[in-house]
């Protein structure tokens, strides 16, 4: 069974609105993170935000949040006004609390239009 | 730039050629990852380092390929007798020593492209 599920292989935003990219993951170690990484055409993996399964709060960095849904083992990335730059793929990835390897969903193409 | 560095970035080879890539950490770092990534899928893990001792190992990681980091500091990845399936990026990635939470980022380079032919 896959353990990183991203349903959307693209998404298209206008400029300055906001986008949400879907990530639902599935394992039963109750310590596990969550990642989300940005990676431009120039293949990169840019690290944007982290969510812990004991955090009581939904991460935030800058315009990125994270809507972590435990019950729902859902993850969604939230990028608030989106910019022209924010064209990538995006990856949502999974580490348990036993291991020191991520697995990756396999992505979401976001394209930003004018 | 502080970052984690690859070289080279693009690598075209002819079948059945043996490649080299190598892997230069963020300072510091005790853990080093080699991931694989084909075209439309996600990274895939094959191997890491915890200072100089490979740790783990994925079953991705045939006989023919080989990882290692002397010293632990940089690392190669060695790939012999190249197949057209060996098309990939691969990437280098390295993380602080990991705590008792799986929150420790991993940090990845820019990857280094092998194309054979």
């Known amino acids: 069974a896959q353990k990183i599920t991203q349903t959307q292989p693209g998404m298209f935003v206008q400029e300055k609105e906001a986008v949400t990219l879907d990530c639902t993951y599935d394992t039963s170690d109750p310590s596990y993170g969550l990642f989300w990484y940005k990676q431009p055409s120039s293949g990169e993996m840019i690290f944007l935000i982290y969510q812990g399964s004991y955090d009581q709060q939904n991460a935030t960095e800058g315009r990125y949040s994270l809507n972590f849904q435990k019950a729902r083992k859902s993850a969604n990335l939230v990028i608030s006004a989106s910019q022209l730059g924010d064209s990538a793929m995006y990856f949502c990835?999974?580490?348990?609390?036993?291991?020191?390897?991520?697995?990756f969903g396999k992505g979401t193409m976001l394209l930003v239009s004018p | 730039d502080t970052g984690v560095s690859q070289d080279p970035r693009h690598k075209i080879t002819k079948r059945g050629q043996n490649v080299t890539f190598r892997c230069d950490p963020i300072s510091e770092h005790n853990r080093l990852y080699w991931y694989r990534q084909t075209l439309g899928q996600g990274p895939e893990f094959l191997t890491y380092?915890?200072?100089?001792?490979?740790?783990?190992k994925s079953r991705l990681l045939s006989d023919r390929f080989s990882a290692e980091r002397p010293k632990g500091s940089f690392s190669t990845l060695e790939i012999q007798r190249t197949e057209q399936g060996d098309s990939a990026m691969y990437l280098c990635?390295?993380?602080?020593?990991?705590?008792?939470?799986?929150?420790?980022?991993?940090?990845f380079g820019e990857g280094s492209w092998l194309t054979v032919v």
């Open positions: 990635a390295s993380s602080e020593l990991q705590g008792s939470r799986p929150g420790n980022t991993i940090y």
């Open positions: 380092f915890q200072n100089e001792a490979q740790l783990e």
């Open positions: 990835a999974m580490r348990e609390g036993g291991y020191s390897t991520l697995t």
